[in-house]
């Protein structure tokens, strides 16, 4: 520190003729050789050395020496960013993924990215070239035209010239303009947070906490780890990966302050499709090549993504066979379709936990058709079967739905209550400006002590201790009365008489196959929703509430799931699965 | 939840009886409405999405008013802990209106967990105070209040005095005023403790004298301040009932009249139904005529057609010999039917089945059909289910037979419910149902 602040006073020392300057507790210089002490202050030498900029510093100085003793070390946004993604992959790691996974691939993925963005690992930092320019420009004039530079220069550029200056660690090597260390200490307590602004994030893929758990989801799909977006984002949600309020974890150096706490303090859980732009993004940003391959055999494949859903939502394994087809025919068990490649146009979608679930739902759609009759009709069949006969218990869609329904209803009520005492707000006040300091200090205290005065009251109310973590929500026994298993059922009575797989539901509706542009559809499911049938929004519901995500957006996926089956040509074998009545519920939107 | 929280809030009202609202008339002028508190509650706006955090303040809210009125105190204290985290929002706008909220929820809690005590409560308000300065005046009075009803009149009134001390602008004339006619409300529970401290006994004893002397102060102070509050529009129901108290332990019964009906009858004054129900009780209590008694009765049930007093208004017009009181009577006791608190009461059923009869007695069957025009398509599912049937002749055998009675006429004696009790009623008492069955066969109303 202290070098940095003497290097530019070169005066020899008035007893000793030295120049071995340092710095004493005041803030008063001193000559480490003969420990004089002079008349001057580390201000005083900022001033001296951009004296055309002494009217800012006389602005800033009082601040400073404040905010000095609130202040840590200095430290950069991305190091804090580090500190989380470290806290994040460790979690993860302990979730029992590949050891890879840290210190290769997201470690490699992070520096790439530090690199990229010229904050890091880089011979040629932003600041530098930016330095050069500013050099340049002002080597051209005189000292004594030096306020006419600063002043030709538009004020955003000069933002712009001291954030590259402070964008980097490894500038913290070089000699930092006093200045920019005055300007960033009032604003921020990170060097470089007072230049983070949500503009510049998008040209220049600033990080924020979104982009972290991107970062993590991203190195998962490069190890085709079993963890898919939304089974991260909702580890996230059940707290088994820090996110939200991370930073009270921070080093006591790295102090929060100002701008930074808009940066690393978040009141929301990112969605599914956020995080998945800020993978395609970063992912475009770093040059990544093609992702490795998902073959059948790695579990993002369809193929078996769905067994988990369909263990999930506790459905006959028959079924698979069904679903098996389903991915055969509308090609979406390729290798192309599936692997990631950033550079690829159109951007393959790598929502591979929607997709498999989007499957399945057509799946149960064929079979059971899902029209509010027919499956209702054939459990009564089914109903009857099992009554006489012993043996492997036949599939009954109206047990099920009863069974799954209660399941559904009681795990939303336990969401319900977990979002209801969510604790947002971390244990250590964090404020914007030390102006605010005491109004959030106070407010702090009196949420704490009433806080107190209510917990007295509130006895012992029996509360469910966090759940370890587990890929499952729902879990069915064989045994249990009240959480039957139907994974062993058989669907014969779904069949055609005598058949192996010819299913006896012929019909199939769907709704309207125009596809519609993204952008301007949202409400899709909001207007279809009352004409659909039942049974079919309940199963929507459930997984939508398995993988966390909107039931709109599943719906959507459903939609484009069967446009693929459909545009699939009719398979010239006779063997093959009848040609499908196909039913327009709703002709047109 | 909109419905729960203004039930809420109305249940915190009347019981404090906080009366105190600026919000009053800004809507229409000469109409005083308060704001409907969905103008209150911050809603997520449409198009922009709901950050996690107020989600959770929104579910947590929703929350804890259920608990609340499923008297799951420690429920909601628990929840409370979490909901408090509110406090710290830094947006100014929730913040205001979430203060508010946090008064009423605490104080709500504390007042009914079985283990608050009245430290809790006066901590709790003394924070509370601190946190929403726009409610300071507010929380004093219902502090002050809620110490009164607790029987500690000095700390009552020293949270007036705290109430005086505080200024703010626009409200130091209101606020004065208010504050006066808590005073007044002290003075009065003052006076009634003397006044029950003077027994019987004394009440000739020479020695009393000083003590009466006492009583007719607290007297004077309190008729001052109260009769200054009542006469500003809005509802003072216990101010009311003092008042009417003091006037009547010293026989001014004109003076109570008139304010009883000021404070019923003029315009200016929002619908209050306790208003004709003071006024009702009030004249009841000196056998005003009975003509008096049916008006103000009549206005009521305009108002609260489910009042409880409906069935004292019935017996009220049981007059004989006057056709338009039995008509009046009928249309009354329907609309009692139309309420399900009123359901299963055996004594509603059983005056309607008594009025029906009078009413065919006077030959104005076409009246029970005009009622029964409306109420066709819903009833016959509301009350005279074969259910109902069943359990109400198992738990109430007088209300079944009486609704078996009106059901039969309304619907024929060939209707679920009055079959039902018919077979089923048919060993215990043959003979009563027997008759019944006749008279419906002959007085049959169903087409």
Known sequence: ??????????????????????????????????????????????????????????????????????????????????????????????????????????????????????????????????????????????????????????????????????????????????????????????????????????????????????????????????????????????????????????????????????????????????????????????????????????????????????????????????????????????????????????????????????????????IFKLDDEFEWSLSNDAESVNRNKEGVEIFNFRKWYKTMKQALDKANEG??????????????????????????????????????????????????????????????????????????????????????????????????????????????????????????????????????????????????????????????????????????????? | MDDLYEELLATVEQEASERYDQQTSILQPGFPLPLPPKLQLPHSRRGRKESGFHKTERICLRQILKALFQHQWQKASALMTNYFQNIEETSYRRQRSSCERFWRLGTEILRHHPRSKIDDFNSFLDRMKNIGVKNYLKICLEHSFHLLSNGMLEDANRQLSLAESWRCKDTCATQQQMIQGYRGLLDYYTWVQKRDALTETEKYDYTAATAKQDMQSYFRQASVNLSAIIKQPGVWDPFVLSYVNLLEFYDDHDAALQMLNDYAYDNKFPPNPNAHVYLYQFLKRHQAPWRKLVKVLRILQLLVPSHELMLEFCSLLAVPDKRKYHHEALKVLFSLLDYSSWKDNPDVWNSLEKTIQLVFKVGASAWIKEEWASRKDWWPAFHFSAYQAKKSLAENAPVAYSKAFVAGLLLGKECKYFKTIYKGGRKKRPEMLKEMKKYITNHNLAE
């Open chain 1, 1 to 366: 520190m202290d070098e940095e602040d003497t290097r530019d006073y070169r005066e020899p020392c008035a007893q000793c003729s030295e120049v071995t300057w340092g710095i004493t507790d005041e803030g008063k210089f001193y000559c480490r050789s003969c420990h004089n002490v002079i008349e001057k202050t580390k201000e005083v030498t900022t001033a001296d050395s951009f004296t055309a900029n002494a009217r800012i510093f006389s602005i800033s100085k009082g601040l400073r020496k404040k905010t000095k003793l609130e202040q840590g070390r200095e430290w950069y946004l991305c190091e804090g960013f580090q500190f989380i993604l470290k806290l994040q992959a460790d979690a993860i790691q302990a979730l029992g993924v590949c050891p890879q996974f840290k210190d290769e691939i997201l470690c490699s993925f992070w520096r790439r990215y530090l690199q990229k963005s010229r904050q890091g690992y880089t011979k040629k930092p932003l600041k530098d070239m930016m330095r050069i320019i500013k050099v340049s420009e002002s080597s051209q004039s005189s000292d004594s035209q030096s306020l006419d530079c600063w002043s030709s220069l538009s004020e955003s550029e000069l933002e712009e010239g001291q954030s590259d200056e402070n964008s980097g660690p490894a500038s913290t090597s070089r000699s930092r303009s006093p200045l920019s260390d005055d300007f960033t200490s009032v604003c921020s307590g990170s060097v470089d947070g007072r230049f983070h602004r949500p503009q510049r994030q998008r040209t220049r893929m600033l990080m924020s906490m979104p982009m972290t758990l991107a970062f993590c989801s991203m190195s998962l799909l490069w190890l085709r780890e079993s963890i898919t977006l939304s089974e991260l984002l909702r580890f996230v949600v059940e707290g088994h990966i820090p996110y939200i309020n991370v930073y009270q974890s921070f080093p006591e150096e790295l102090k929060l302050y100002g701008k930074d706490t808009h940066i690393f303090r978040v009141d929301s859980f990112p969605s599914c499709e956020s995080i998945q732009q800020h993978i395609y993004k970063i992912a475009a940003f770093l040059d990544l090549p093609r992702f490795p391959e998902i073959t059948e055999n790695c579990v993002l494949h369809p193929n078996i993504l769905c067994i988990k859903y369909l263990m999930e939502a506790n459905l006959p394994d028959e079924i698979h066979s069904y679903i098996w087809r389903v991915v055969k025919r509308t090609g979406m068990g390729e290798e192309a379709s599936l692997t990631f490649d950033p550079l690829a146009k159109p951007m393959i979608p790598i929502n591979y936990d929607i997709k498999a679930a989007s499957i399945v739902i057509v799946t149960l759609k064929l």
């Open chain 1, 415 to 589: 969401v319900e209550e977990d979002v209801a005492r969510y604790m947002w707000q971390c244990k250590k006040p964090i404020f914007y400006s030390s102006k605010t300091r005491s109004v959030v200090v106070k407010r702090k205290r009196m949420v704490v002590n009433l806080q107190q005065q209510f917990k007295k009251l509130t006895g012992s109310v029996p509360r469910t201790p966090q759940q370890p973590p587990s890929s499952f929500q729902f879990t069915w026994d064989e045994e249990s009365q009240d959480k039957p298993c139907f994974h062993g059922h058989s669907l014969r009575a779904f069949l055609k008489e005598g058949a192996v797989c010819d299913l006896l539901n012929t019909g199939y509706w769907h709704t309207a196959l125009k596809q519609c542009r993204k952008e301007y559809c949202k409400g899709h499911l909001q207007l279809e929703e009352p004409h659909l049938p039942r049974s079919y929004i309940f199963i929507l519901n459930l997984f939508s509430f398995m993988l966390k995500v909107d039931s709109a957006l599943l719906h959507a996926e459903v939609h484009e799931t069967e446009r693929l089956l459909l545009k699939a040509k009719a398979p010239t074998t006779p063997s093959g699965k009848r040609r499908r009545r196909v039913l327009h519920l709703i002709p047109c939107l």
